[in-house]
């Protein structure tokens, strides 16, 4: 028998239609992406998918866990479709760990901002250009910060921070006019305290129908076990509420195969009226 092209963490593509309603289609053969696809440097796994619709085509950001140098650095993919995915390098390497490539797009303009937990900061990144090279632009927060998650709403930046990184129990929220800042403090940060559950950030933040979900990684009982989502009612730079949403956790480990014991990451699309398409990571073994 063939042993499988996934051990540890890999990249999955999942489709349906709402990003709370999503599900492995028999038209893509998960996972897309694992560590076997890598060339460029010996990986040990690759997790936390991002993937942004750029110049007709999918690009897909992710750590590659480098088992050389024991850190985390940022790969590249693309595709056509969303479904068939080809591995094209590391395209952000520091000398310290990187995770969440958390990608955008503003004003003409790509940027990123990783997980940088390493530079007690949270540190934004430029294209330049697209998609090959990043040129650090700015610390926007300072302090341990693990997966920020950026989101625009009401002409006005939001970031979502897990502020206890080792024990994944603590979110805080920021808020700032501008890209660069300066960055605030939400006054009833730190939204969620001691619970690890929906504490830390599991996938980009969107607004569909008027409506903002943030999605979290439940670390109960170990990281990384499934993605919850929460339903965000109430968000003014004084006011702060959220609902857990119907169906929640919407991810989570299948019980074989690549994603047989979790997931932990999911960045969906609309691809049309009705239909929703995302990258996602499962883990196949404790």
Known sequence: ???????????????????????????????????????????????????????????????????????????????????????????????????????????????????????????????????????????LIEGECADPSIFRFQNRWWMFVCARPYQHDMLRLFFADKLLGPWVEHPRSPIIRRNKRKARPGGRVLEVDGRVIRFTQDCYPIYGSAVRAFEITELSPTCYRERESAGSPILGGSGRGWNRFGMHTIDAHPISKDRWIACVDGVANK
């Open 1 to 139: 028998m063939r042993a499988p092209d996934y051990d540890g963490w890999s990249i999955g593509i999942y489709t349906g239609v709402s990003p709370l309603n999503l599900m492995d289609s028999s038209k893509i053969r998960n996972p897309v992406l694992s560590r076997r696809n890598v060339s460029d440097v010996r990986a040990a796994f690759v997790a936390d998918p991002f993937m942004i619709k750029a110049n007709g085509s999918w690009s897909m950001f992710f750590e590659v866990m480098n088992s050389k140098s024991d850190k985390g650095e940022i790969g590249f993919a693309i595709s056509a479709d969303g479904f068939r995915w080809d591995y094209q390098q590391i395209v952000l390497d520091e000398p310290f760990h990187l995770s969440y490539p958390y990608v955008f797009q503003w004003r003409r303009s790509y940027y990123m901002i990783p997980e940088t937990l390493a530079r007690s900061a949270v540190c934004l990144y430029k294209a330049d250009p697209f998609p090959m090279r990043w040129k650090l632009v700015k610390r």
